[in-house]
């Protein structure tokens, strides 16, 4: 279908406000939280995160799609996002090693999509008044249909998402004869942390999210893994998984959380998280580490954090790295242990490699616990 011929298109926000655009391939109406990500490059990454789950992604860059798509840029077995709001939608694409385009990969999830939309003044919008649920629709429904539909949608805070995302078995992934083992929880795990440990010689055991600390113990891990993962970390409490995360925490092995992950070892150890604003979402949020002094770019994908203040009271929790934009945890540590995760994410895929350092902090942790001079 040419340009020319797509369908109007309109995006409704909980607040009232809407917006109008063109629908990109599929029609119908999606719903979820809307949060915007910075990042000029990196879509497919972004649209296969996990921890987008249940989100409509507004993305800032000038031009989606014009690279094309290539499997091994996905961070999951598929689109993970509830929809996708952006400005231009290239049906054209130019890339060597692309092996398809954009719109067909949508089409084949059966992804919402609406451009020609004025992302710059939503944004603006979002930043200004904050995160809320929105629903987009290609299909023709009027706008109190939508507002109507939009009343049913639950807010992300105290929403569940990890069961919708983990893995249903627990699977293994790298070389089984690698030097070391590593237990991960799965509460929405992208590929490419996997693939980080992978090149770090370590062998992953991927757990279903709501595995029990006896099951996870039989693997012989030298250290436990605590990934990233949609939805909101308080709501995982009522399913049991601070219990397991404690007692992970407790079994005196290196531990290293990321973003969710992070969150859950907090909450674990009785400092609460809270609902940011709107969130930190993109490849060039600034985070200084407090021990080294030094700056890293950081990928980050957010929308809840760390209480600053109890973290800043407990006794055996340090603050390791902190956000320069806005002075937010964006890494601690356990004073006693060799426990440490960060609200960002160092597998940065897509994004800097600037953090990528932790992943070798982790397996030192592990070495040192194995006692060899590898
Ligand atoms: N990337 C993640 O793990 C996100 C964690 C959590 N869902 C949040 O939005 O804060």
């Known amino acids: 279908m040419e340009y020319t011929e797509r369908k109007k298109a309109v995006l409704v926000l909980k607040d009232g406000t809407v917006f109008f655009g063109k629908s990109v391939g599929v029609e119908g109406t999606a719903v979820g939280e809307i949060c915007f990500n910075t990042g000029m490059t990196g879509y497919q990454e972004i649209f296969t995160d996990p921890s987008y789950f249940g989100q409509i992604m507004l993305s800032t860059t000038a031009h989606l799609g014009n690279y094309g798509v290539n499997e091994d840029e996905v961070d999951s077995d598929g689109i993970k996002i509830a929809g996708l709001v952006c400005k231009n939608f290239s049906y054209y694409h130019s890339r060597p090693n692309s092996e398809s385009d954009l719109l067909t990969y949508l089409e084949k999830a059966n992804l919402i999509a609406i ?20 629903i987009i629709s290609t299909d023709g429904k009027s706008i109190d249909e ?32 690698a030097t070391y083992k590593v237990a991960a929880i799965d509460f929405g795990i992208k590929t490419n942390i996997l693939r ?43 399913l049991g998984v601070l219990d397991t995360v404690s007692k ?24 609460n998280t809270f609902k940011m604003f709107s969130g930190h979402r993109g490849v060039n949020h600034p985070v200084m580490n407090l021990d080294s002094t030094q700056g890293e770019i950081t990928s980050q994908n957010h929308g809840f954090a760390i209480n600053k203040e109890e973290l800043d009271k407990h006794a055996n929790l340090e603050l390791t790295h902190v956000h320069l934009n806005d002075g937010t945890v964006a890494g601690m540590k356990m004073k006693d242990r060799d426990v440490f995760s960060v609200q960002y994410h160092p597998e940065s895929s897509p994004g800097p490699h600037d953090s990528r350092y932790l992943f070798d ?5 592990m070495k040192k616990a194995k006692g060899t001079t590898l």
Request: aromatic residues 10%; proline residues 6%; hydrophobic residues 40%.
């Open 196 to 238: 980080c440990f992978e090149e770090r010689d370590c062998y992953v055991k991927v757990y279903p999210y709501n595995v029990s600390f006896d099951t996870l113990k039989e693997f012989g891990a030298d250290g436990y893994f605590l990934s990233n993962g949609p939805g909101d970390p308080q709501a995982l409490a009522n």
């Open 115 to 134: 451009s020609d939309v004025d992302t710059r003044a939503l944004t603006a919008h979002i930043r200004d008044n904050g995160a809320m649920n929105a």
């Open 248 to 271: 992970v925490l407790d079994a005196g092995m290196p531990v290293f959380g990321i973003c969710l992950g992070h969150q859950l070892i907090g909450l674990s150890q009785g400092v």
């Open 146 to 177: 939508l507002k109507a539909l939009l009343e049913e949608v639950p807010s992300m805070e105290g929403l569940e998402l990890s069961s919708k995302v983990s893995t249903k078995e627990p699977y293994f992934f790298g070389n089984p004869d």
């Open 361 to 365: 902090i982790f397996v030192d942790n």
